[in-house]
């Protein structure tokens, strides 16, 4: 109310009015203001001092331009047009608005959709990106310093930056805070629920001063923030070594069971390969035992019967040499010595079967007992 937009429409609204009354009305009216400035030189122009800058405006075709006669059956045309941009641009305007204001005029409509632009934003979250040209010339690989330092300062760039680190330049949610730097203090979160209380704990172990607890958020000063992630980043790697540790010690391990179980089924070969040449071994010393019992026995008896031989033809020149003594004695001699022959012959023979059948039982004896540790050899492999 009492603006510039007021005053242009009040000034349209009276028919005798000129870019020069309304320029005169505007110095009249705002000659204290601070942000309003008449130049010296001109008597229609006015200068309004910006936030970026001073802008000189001319009044001239001010009022034209705000008069903005609309009629009514052209409005209603246009908004019952069958392009959904066209009935865009020209709505139904409500029945209050009509009745209550006859006049209308393009700074009234302006001040409406600002007004409604600004209650917009108010009901969000907005995020501004500033656009910063490098130079004027539009083209790449140029970079202008004081350009780009004159448009960051327009743009309220380094103000910004310079009221947050004045301060709390860093604001997190609690719910963030705590996702964050929850691994500082995570004794703290046992039992509790409160993501407000959670942040309020770490930051009380960690020492640090002049923060603020929001509703919402948590407000930090310039270099705390730093602080927090280097202490974030001592526990993380300090945890991150105790898991490389482990998993060291699982590979090891691994590896150690690994070789452990490779050598046991090593020796396991070995310790078989062994005792299958033992066994061998034993069944050729076995082997061997009989073939020298066998030669043994041969050669005795070939002994025995050449020792025999020469026993009886021995005898029979004793015998002949004292047949002509006494024939009678010979042949009591003759008859005696042939059944001392027949005896030892018989006993001899008698022996022989038992011996054989002796061995034949040793023999069996022993086969059982090679086929029983093999047997019992089989089973432990």
């Not at 870019?19 to 006015?46: C, G, I, M």
Request: proline share 3%; aromatic share 10%; hydrophobic share 35%.
């Amino acid at each position: 109310k009492g603006g510039l937009i007021a005053l242009l429409d009040e000034a349209c609204m009276f028919p005798r009015s000129t870019h020069e009354t309304f320029a005169q009305k505007l110095y009249t009216t705002f000659k204290n203001n601070k942000r309003f400035v008449k130049p010296k030189l001109s008597r229609t122009d006015f200068t309004v001092v910006h936030y970026a800058g001073d802008v000189t405006y001319q009044a001239d075709h001010f009022l034209d331009k705000n008069k903005d006669y609309v009629v009514a059956e052209h409005q209603d045309l246009l908004n019952a047009s069958s392009c959904p941009f066209v009935a865009s641009l020209f709505p139904t305007l409500p029945e209050e608005s009509s009745k209550s204001s006859k006049f209308s005029s393009i700074g009234s409509r302006f001040k409406l959709q600002l007004q409604s632009l600004m209650e917009t934003l108010s009901s969000t979250e907005p995020h501004y990106i500033r656009c910063v040209k490098p130079n004027n010339l539009l083209k790449p690989a140029i970079f202008e310093n004081t350009n780009v330092i004159q448009q960051l300062r327009c743009g309220g760039v380094l103000e910004a930056i310079r009221i947050s680190c004045a301060g709390y330049p860093t604001r997190k949610t609690f719910y963030e805070f705590v996702n964050r730097f929850g691994v500082l203090g995570p004794e703290l979160l046992e039992g509790s629920n409160d993501d407000k209380i959670a942040c309020q704990k770490i930051l009380e172990k960690m020492k640090l001063e002049n923060y603020q607890i929001g509703k919402t958020k948590v407000f930090l000063r310039a270099g705390q923030m730093a602080d927090l992630d280097a202490r974030r980043a001592e526990v993380l790697g300090k945890a991150a070594r105790i898991i490389q540790r482990l998993m060291r010690t699982y590979i090891a391990r691994k590896q150690f069971v690994l070789v452990r179980r490779s050598t046991t089924h090593l020796q396991s070969f070995v310790r078989g390969t062994l005792v299958r040449n033992l066994y061998e071994c034993m069944r050729r010393e076995a082997a061997a035992v009989k073939i020298q019992k066998n030669v043994r026995r041969h050669k005795a008896r070939e002994s025995y019967l050449l020792l025999q031989a020469a026993t009886v033809t021995l005898q029979t020149g004793l015998r002949a040499m004292s047949a002509r003594k006494e024939f009678r004695f010979r042949k009591e001699t003759k008859a005696a010595v042939h059944i001392q022959a027949r005896w030892r012959c018989h006993r001899d023979y008698s022996h022989y079967k038992n011996m054989q059948r002796a061995v034949l039982t040793y023999q069996c004896a022993w086969r059982q007992r090679l086929a029983r540790r093999e047997l019992r050899n089989l089973k432990m492999v």
